[in-house]
């Protein structure tokens, strides 16, 4: 059968075989809506051609409808795991510069510095002072608390406390 496409033969010709040629489209691609896509810019691309050639005479038009649904499906489905290889790299890429939960390797090393400094500065301490310090910073331990269990007046606690954490200061603004 010989036959010239017009615009509302074309449309008719879709129209009766649109169920066929979306199912032919999921079955390449694997998903109903980019079937419907596929079959939508079938169409775009055999009006187009029907427009530029308005003389040309089609054998089989359902099987060059077929034959343009099955190369865009195809072309859908190598774009569809190209952008799927490129998200999947972008992904495992992605976690390697997320930064880490952690310092890196320079603040390690600068913050052990500082912490062989401090403990420079604690056994520099006398023991008195080096006690409060750590009950009040380290054991979270009240001034009243500290002066009972040192044997001091609250106000005692408090300067103990005070005096041992400007010569940490010191120790560590001098680096030693």
Not at 23 to 29: F, H, L
Not at 42 to 54: G, N, S
Not at 96 to 122: F, N, S, Y
Not at 141 to 159: F, N, P, Q, W
Request: charged share 30%; with cysteine; aromatic share 4%.
């Amino acid at each position: 059968m010989v036959a010239t496409l017009r615009d509302r033969e074309l449309l008719t010709l879709l129209i009766a075989h649109r169920a066929e040629l979306v199912n032919y489209a999921r079955a390449i691609v694997g998903d109903a809506a980019l079937a419907e896509d596929v079959v939508q810019d079938a169409y775009f691309r055999l009006e187009r051609a029907q427009q530029v050639k308005l003389d040309d005479k089609l054998d089989e038009p359902v099987g060059y409808i077929f034959r343009i649904v099955r190369n865009l499906a195809i072309d859908g489905r190598r774009r569809i795991g190209r952008e799927s290889t490129l998200i999947q790299g972008d992904a495992s890429n992605a976690t390697d510069m997320i930064a880490a939960d952690g310092p890196d390797p320079e603040e390690k090393a600068i913050a052990r510095g500082q912490v062989r400094l401090l403990e420079q500065a604690l056994s520099q301490l006398p023991e008195k002072s080096r006690i409060a310090l750590e009950m009040h910073r380290f054991g979270g331990c009240k001034y009243a608390e500290i002066a009972r269990r040192l044997d001091v007046s609250v106000g005692t606690a408090h300067a103990l406390v005070a005096g041992a954490i400007e010569h940490c200061k010191q120790v560590l603004a001098k680096g030693g």
